[in-house]
């Protein structure tokens, strides 16, 4: 997958790890209770804060468990940006 010039890598890792599991930006949000916009923030630019990445990581193993893909195990601080 070709980065695009104003994306970071672990900022497209977030999408591919997302897109693994099979569900939208919207469900995806929903499972983290945010916003669509701040599902697609994180996947351009990254995620800085622990919580947020602990938050997504957990969010991405709901989503496994329930069937929605065989995407890769997330460890949080490879999510980070830092």
Request: net charge positive; proline share 5%; aromatic share 4%.
């Amino acid at each position: 997958m070709r980065t695009p010039v104003n994306q970071n890598p672990k900022a497209t890792r977030l999408k591919r790890a997302r897109l693994a599991t099979g569900i939208t930006q919207q469900e995806f949000a929903d499972l983290l209770g945010v916003d669509r916009q701040s599902v697609s923030y994180y996947e351009r630019r990254g995620i800085t804060k622990i919580g947020v990445a602990k938050r997504y990581a957990g969010a991405l193993t709901v989503a496994q468990l329930n069937g929605a893909g065989e995407g890769p195990q997330v460890d949080p601080l490879e999510l980070l940006e830092i």
